[in-house]
């Protein structure tokens, strides 16, 4: 039998070292024979002839997927010609190859062989005619194409250096060097710089990642080394550890290695140490938000941070009338009350700072820009206090790159995600949760005495969302969300019932949007508006039920505006309206001005429903003047209008500083401040709606003094005078008249509550604040803050002066961190304060008709608790990879065990007492960024 012969041409190419590909051809246009199918003795002989000739239709075989096969190596160099072996292939009715030779050869030994040694593996479509398979030859060519030239590979680059100090040439060790990768901003934005070796903020003109590429410390030569970086442009950033931060700006081309020389100041910043003042001579503190990760005793919260500083009062946790779900949410500042103070989130007031279960701030660290404390004569920016201001900023995200962190915990886990949308876009994503339940469940089992119906919780989420609208315009969204509370109730009777036992929860959601454009000249106009939607609940058994309804619009605008070298404004507006829905039935609470008082009747209870708006209209302008180089003036107004209690006030406030020799400023702040009463004051279920506001004046006066390069030392003397300050009068009501009744009736009828603006307060004092940065060899930095006060209250004219019942006469707070190779750091925090003033129990008399005692009081805050002190320690420890780094940190509070009697519990007959401190507690966590 005749074999049909087919060339089929086919293409084989090397698209890797060593290996050989075969690829089929989809369509065959080349028939290099005729395909017969008759037999052999059909071919001459047969004599039988056809009316019409027959035509065959033929299909030539197709080739299955490709076959790979090692290639000796040498035998193709790269650069040389293709190469192409031709085998005559016999492929069955099956497709298969079943004999294979050289029809056609390469010249090289090797590859013929290779060819032939493939061949077995191909496998076909068979070939048809008329539509069944028949067995075939074809000329089969195999091509080889030599390796293709490796990709040059690019040496990368190496900058070593040494850091040194300026002048003396001492090797600086333990200080970070970091590499961040610039580029450079379009010639419109770039900005001239002065000369000056290392002086020069070189990064002014380019745009950074927002983490470096690399990062190490010097060892104790002061040397550093970055190997293996790619080319490009970097912007080397030094310092730490008692020297000021310096940018250098290195170009890296291929393989380059450069030896570089950094020099440093000394001068003791705000990066070297735990606090960083904002502006000289005001009376500001800013912590960032890596100081609030790390700052022992704080537990990586910006309120317990904030909470470390000179002048803030320690406070026990206690359920009480607070502003917001019985809850302070800011702590006592100089003396202040907590709800003199106010607090910030993001830019805008905020009713919720402090989570009701726990004390942890609803804005996390690792979403937090910086913490802002103003503990008196805050700039017009702020209005509607008479104490301090607190403020949360939410950062922005990184432009750079996709990251973010996971942090779990024992109680509570927290993670984020961030980066770049596009170029011009960026997105962070934050959410935290505790588990309690878990732990709760180890120690309330399911038939305990009390049904914990929900668990103590707490969860806050956080979203920003920019966009650079133009090169000087920036969108930006937000929105800050948390939920917490704790629901118990008593285990059901056998009726099936459960009893109310307690109750507590916020919620707040807040949504923003910002719009801010700069100019080219410094102006800048922000406009930012925000809807708040915020409720709190409170409750304790069958007798106490307080609900607050909320939804609060802001509309804020503000604008610096440079008009000339020596002249800038600085302004803004804000609109606040508060839609409530309140439903209380409360008792008359201790206040703070009335002290604990003894109550057994329920019609002492004020309960009720009210539905109220409440508008807010504020407007400020400062000039900021310069006269001379070394002077700053910066007068201001500030205009608020209340419409809740039908005032319109002006606020003037004046700030000074001026430098009297480098190392010496001078400064003096003050002005007038005016405040709404409280929610629970103001309303008229358990207020008096006919209230005014609260005033104030501030004076502070400071120096800092910067001897050398090793201290700074800030010393500020404060006053301040409030007048018109909310406090009540309650009759007094004998042991006799309680039992009988006589005297509450008129109580009831009252219908201000009690509640007057004849208070006057004052407070002043003095604060020492030196931060320190010895020994920079081994990274040793801290602070140590001391605060000398009087806080004092009168109620009423024919009164004599009390102490405040938060007044802290002295408070000292000494923090130590080290920092050592590796970057590992272990810091200290101890912090001594005086006892807070207390109401004695002089006796107590049994009443029958409760089966309980009741207690008598002797003279308003006429003792004082024990001091108060606490030792905190936090071990932390970095490690740092290519694409992440991971923080582990071990912390301990209340290390010793003090017992300071804060939180006292009465004997059942009042004659004894008992006093609690929290147990020492022992934190083990760690972070992963990426």
Known sequence: MLKPRLLVPLLLSRAAPRCLCVAALLLVTTLAAPLVAAESEARAGDTTESSQPATARISPPLLRGSVTAPIPPGLLAPGEPAVETILSLVIDEEGQVIDQQVSVSSGIPEIDDLALATAPYLSFVPASLDGEP?????????????????????????????????????????????????????????????????????????????????????????????????????????????????????????????????????????????????????????????????????????????????GVSYAPRQDSSAEVGGVDQVPVVRGAASEDSV??????????????????????????????????????????????????????????????????????????????????????????????????????????????????????????????LRDWLQFRFSYIGTIDGINILSREDEDGRQDQVFSRNTVLNRFQLELEARGPNGAMNLIKPAVTFWNTRFEIGDNIDERDRHTTFHLLELYELPVLKWLTLQGGAMLEVDYSNRVARIPQFGREDTGPSTQIEEEQFNQGQEK???????????????????????????????????????????RLAGDLAPWLTLSASGGRYHQLPSLQELNAISGNPDLETERAWHVNVGVDLRPGPWLDVNVQGYAKFLDNLVVQDLPDVAFSDLVSGVGLDDAEDDETNGLSNSGLGRIYGAEVLLRY???????????????LSWSERRDFEDEDWRWFASDRRHQLTVLLQLSFPGEVSLGGRWQLQTGRPSTPVDKSIFFADTGSYLPIYGDLYSERTLPYHQLDLRLDKRVRKKTYTMDFFIEATNVYYAKTNDLNVPSYDYRESAGFALIPQVDFGFRLEF
Not at 773 to 787: E, Q
């Open 134 to 310: 028949v067995l075939v030859t074809l000329d089969f060519p195999f091509r080889f194409l030599p390796e293709r030239p490796a990709e040059p590979e690019v040496p990368p680059a190496e900058l070593r250096g040494r850091v040194e100090a300026l002048g003396s040439k001492e090797p600086l060790g333990l200080v970070t060097v970091a590499a961040f990768t610039a580029e450079e901003k379009p010639e419109a934005d770039r900005v001239k710089l002065r000369g000056g070796e290392g002086q020069r903020d070189v990064s002014v003109n380019y745009v950074l990642s927002d983490e470096p590429l690399m990062s190490v410390e010097t060892d104790a030569e002061g040397q550093f080394l970055f190997a293996d970086l790619p080319l490009g442009t970097y912007v080397v950033i030094v310092g730490s550890g008692g020297y000021r931060k310096v940018s250098w700006l290195e170009v890296l081309d291929a393989g380059q290695k450069r030896d570089v020389v950094y020099r440093l100041v000394p001068a003791l910043g705000a990066e070297t140490v735990v606090i960083a003042r904002r502006n000289p001579g005001v009376p500001e503190r800013v912590l960032t938000r890596d100081e609030v990760f790390k700052l022992p005793g704080a537990a990586n919260d910006p309120i317990a941070a904030v909470k470390s500083l000179p």
């Open 343 to 468: 607090g910030y989130l993001d830019g805008l007031p905020s009713p919720i700072l402090i989570h009701s279960v726990g004390t942890e701030a609803v804005l996390p660290d690792y979403a937090v820009d910086e913490a802002l404390l103003a503990p008196a004569a805050a700039s017009a920016r702020y209005g509607d206090l008479i104490g301090a201001v607190i403020g949360l900023g939410l950062r922005s995200p990184r432009k750079d790159r996709i990251g973010g962190f996971v942090q779990p915990g024992f109680s509570m886990a927290a993670g984020a995600i961030e980066g770049p949308i596009t170029k011009k876009s960026r997105f962070y994503i934050g959410f935290r949760r505790s588990y309690y339940e878990a732990i709760f469940a180890l120690f309330f089992p399911r038939d305990a005495v009390v049904d914990f119906a929900t668990v103590p919780f707490l969860q806050d989420q956080q979203v920003v969302l920019e966009t650079d």
């Open 612 to 654: 109220i708006i409440r508008v807010w209209h504020s407007g400020w302008l400062s000039a900021e003047l310069r006269p001379h180089k070394s002077v700053r003036l910066t007068p201001a107004v500030r205009l608020d209008g209340f419409a809740a209690v039908n005032e319109f006030v002006v606020q003037p406030r004046l």
């Open 773 to 787: 940065g010895f020994f920079a060899g081994i990274g040793f930095k801290g602070w140590l803050g001391y605060s």
